[in-house]
């Protein structure tokens, strides 16, 4: 299990607050790895969710599966379901959401799963069984409900696509 500190720490330069949050967050995604290690961790978890989910206000569950090399700019108001799949090198900032919708028989959608490389925005909703592909700019306050194809530059609610974009380069 590799547990992707050195990617977080790298990309993270200059950020200290989204090191020390990707550290805690990468060190509470081990508790997933066997059911004696997260009976272990149970007291870290707690601390987790005290700390960094109530006192930070970032919900990044310890569930949810995320690629190496993350970001958190600012982070507060970040809220993540954990049926959500995060890429590669993608980077989350302030006041967003990730997460499902309810449906008229009032269960709940899938989450959405995004690409490597994809930058959101701050203050952004991404809702519903989507996909967002690789190498995708989210600008800032869009609300995406449908899936985005790979290099999509999109803005505004519901999200529109204004450019294609290069493959970015970390
Ligand atoms: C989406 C984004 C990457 C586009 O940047 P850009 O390539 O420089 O685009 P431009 O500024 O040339 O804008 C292109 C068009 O999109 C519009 N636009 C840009 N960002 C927008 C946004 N977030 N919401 C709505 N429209 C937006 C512009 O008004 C412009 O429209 P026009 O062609 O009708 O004039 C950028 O605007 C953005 O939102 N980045 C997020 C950054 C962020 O979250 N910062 C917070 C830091 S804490
Ligand atoms: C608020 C702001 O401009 O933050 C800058 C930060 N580098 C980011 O992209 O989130």
């Not at 899938?110 to 925005?121: A, E, F, L, S, W």
Request: with cysteine; net charge positive; hydrophobic share 40%.
């Amino acid at each position: 299990m590799s547990l992707n500190l050195f990617q977080d720490w790298q990309r993270n330069q200059g950020n200290i607050k989204g090191r020390l949050v990707c550290i805690a967050f990468r060190l509470a995604t081990t508790a997933t790895a066997n059911k004696l290690l997260f009976i272990i961790l149970i007291p870290y978890l707690i601390l987790y969710r005290i700390f960094v989910e109530w006192f930070l206000g970032i919900e990044i569950p310890y569930k949810t599966k995320t690629g190496k090399g993350l970001i958190i700019y600012h982070g507060q108001a970040l809220v993540v379901n954990d049926g959500s799949v995060i890429g590669e090198n993608c980077t989350l900032r302030h006041s967003t959401t990730i997460g499902n919708k309810q449906l008229s028989d009032n269960t709940f959608s899938k989450c959405p799963v995004i690409g490597n490389n994809v930058d959101i925005g701050s203050n952004v909703c991404i809702i519903g069984p989507i996909r967002i592909g690789n190498s995708v700019t989210i600008g800032a306050g869009s609300v995406i409900v449908k899936d985005i194809p790979d290099y999509a530059v999109v803005v505004g609610n519901p999200a529109r696509i204004i450019k294609f974009q290069g493959e970015l380069v970390y």
